[in-house]
């Protein structure tokens, strides 16, 4: 990827980052006396034993410990509130981001298979997770470390050195923790990614698992994966939790060495019974941050590797720019020279078709498998964009229209129907916040599917999931393609929209493309069956790319049958209707 493209990327990010700066100045500045009341249990004891016990002073006990007691109650306070200003600040970041990562997803997803898209919306989770964890607080109270430890090594340097030597055994505990678990942190990110993609497969094709006889093949598929998934898992955990094993024991043990020291200095009168309790509690506090940091590594490297996947993600789908809001388009599509390649790929499945397509016009996109019908469907409807030439809606190239628009402008019934989870009513309004109920019946009454969904039991309230559930096939299409016309569409475009249905379907299918072209709606139909042509007037043959032929509908036809060996000659039209 291009360097320049990836630091756009990350200069969106940081741009996120900024707006939370001042949350986290606000965190690092109550964290700053948070940690100077972290000495109050050390001077307590430090007190109380150098002092109230000597001088057997009951007063200034109590008063000490009320003191103490304040302070402890204003630690607390603090603590509480720099944890809930950086679950707010995580939120903030999310918050932030999500609409701009969600469409990058989805831009990204519907052009090409893409992993940093497929994990985009997980990655800025896993951001949003650590700037909320205590492991971002540790690091904002690691500074503090130092200041702990010179504290010790003022008590007595023997003490000072024992601290030291510790904190620093701890950091290359980390440090060892890092490069020890970040390959196979990122192996198993990836093999539990493809496990769960191959799950949502199952669950989504499980009738066809089933009804094949596919259970035993797919489930030792499915079963490799969780293998290697789990394997990876294991062996990441297994080596965390090593080294916070290591990490915790060694601190129980150097606290206690710090009480042998200190209680061994004591007796040679180095130094007081006060700073051998002192001193044991302050190095638990300096070692703190580094212990919480090492227990939680795993949570900043998968925010690590999250950054710099939603940097790659934002750098390969740049936002939309500004766009002038065009007044809606007559009904006149015009493509000229227009090649299109696949998202990803240099090979072109579309090689410069030329043609106009006026008001109220159906035209048959006709061709053999691979010819780059689906391609030209994807052009018009703006998913794939021109490696040459142009679309044009109107006056404007379809580029120049902003997405929402365009997709108000062109309904688009795609070759597999998906539906999402939700009522009937709300998949044809789209999920709109407002839906207009009229627009939904009317959009079903062109579509001719009114009558089917008032047959069933919940009629347009019927809640169904991304497998259309109890819908058929036939069903589903023409529920898809209510939806295509929920907003009016100027355009309209059918990738293989009788591929379903019977031939009660077909009929009502054709009812609609006839109401449509009284509209005054152009209608798009990529076809193989001879059914789609009954309503159109123009036809567009296709083949390897290339248009082979396009004009009146009875015109073409005639040169088709005419031409009949010709056209089915290798590099033509074999097998196009």
């Known amino acids: 990827m291009n360097s320049n493209a990836l630091e756009k990327g990350a200069e969106e990010l940081r741009t996120a980052r900024s707006k939370v700066y001042y949350a986290v100045v606000a965190v690092f500045i109550f964290s700053i006396f948070a940690n100077l009341l972290m000495l109050t249990g050390p001077l307590y004891m430090l007190q109380v034993y150098d002092r109230v016990l000597t001088s057997k002073s009951e007063q200034t006990l109590i008063a000490l410990s009320l003191i103490v007691l304040f302070l402890f109650v204003v630690m607390g306070v603090l603590d509480y509130i720099r944890t809930r200003v950086m679950t707010r600040v995580g939120a903030k970041f999310s918050d932030t981001l999500n609409r701009r990562v969600f469409e ?22 896993n951001i949003r997770q650590f700037l909320a964890s205590p492991m971002l607080i540790a690091l904002i109270d690691l500074p503090w470390t130092p200041l702990f430890l010179f504290g010790i090594y003022l008590f007595h340097p023997w003490l000072g050195y024992l601290a030291i030597g510790s904190a620093l055994f701890l950091l290359l505990i980390a440090g060892i923790n890092q490069v020890a678990t970040q390959r196979k942190n990122q192996l198993a990110t990836r093999a539990v990614h493809k496990s769960d993609l191959m799950s949502e497969q199952i669950r989504v094709e499980a009738e066809t698992v089933q009804s094949m006889g596919m259970l035993t093949s797919i489930f030792d598929r499915w079963q490799n994966l969780q293998d290697e998934a789990l394997s990876e898992q294991t062996e990441s955990a297994e080596k965390g939790t090593l080294y916070k094993t290591i990490s915790k024991v060694f601190r129980m043990i150097v606290q206690s060495a710090m009480l042998g020291l200190a209680a061994y200095l004591v007796l040679q009168a180095e130094v007081t019974p006060g700073v051998m309790i002192a001193s044991s509690i302050l190095l638990g506090r300096a070692l703190a941050p580094i212990e919480t940091i090492v227990a939680s590594w795993p949570v900043l490297q998968s925010a690590h590797r999250g950054w710099k996947t939603l940097a790659a993600l ?3 789908a740049p936002p939309l720019s500004d766009r002038t809001e065009l007044p809606a388009p007559p009904a006149h599509l015009s493509i000229k ?24 016009t159906a035209v048959a996109v006709i061709g053999p498998s691979g010819s780059g019908k689906s391609t030209l469907a994807r052009a018009l409807t703006g ?25 108000q402008y062109v309904g688009y019934l795609p070759q597999r129907i998906h539906l999402f989870e939700g009522t009937i009513a709300e998949n044809i309004a789209r999920f709109a916040d407002e839906a207009d109920d009229s627009k939904v019946v009317a959009a079903a009454m062109k579509a001719d599917a009114h009558q089917m969904i008032s047959e069933l039991p919940d009629g347009y309230d019927t809640i169904i999931n991304a497998n259309g559930g109890q819908l058929s096939g036939g069903q589903m299409q023409r529920i898809g393609l209510a939806r295509a016309l929920y907003s009016d569409p ?88």
């Open 104 to 125: 990058s997803v989805v831009r990204r997803s519907a052009q090409l298979p893409d992993l940093n898209a497929e994990t985009g919306l997980k990655s800025l989770e």
């Open 314 to 316: 934002l750098a390969v």
């Open 337 to 360: 020279q227009l090649s299109v390649a696949p998202p990803g790929q240099s090979r072109l499945a579309l090689k410069g078709p030329t043609f106009t397509v006026e008001s109220g």
């Open 383 to 407: 998913l794939w964009q021109p490696y040459n030439g142009e679309v044009r809606l109107g006056q404007f190239p379809l580029n120049q229209y902003h997405p929402d628009k365009l997709g």
């Open 490 to 577: 100027i355009v309209l475009v059918l990738d293989e929209p009788n591929s379903s249905l019977d031939s009660h379907g077909s009929m009502a299918l054709n009812r609609a493309i006839r109401s449509l072209k009284e509209e005054g709606c152009i209608v798009m139909i990529m076809a193989h069956r001879p059914a789609a042509l009954s309503e159109c007037e123009k036809i567009l043959i296709l083949s390897q790319g290339m248009m082979v032929d396009y004009g009146p509908r009875d015109e073409v036809l005639q040169k088709y049958v005419t031409n009949h060996d010709q056209l089915n000659s290798p590099g033509q039209m074999g097998g196009v209707i």
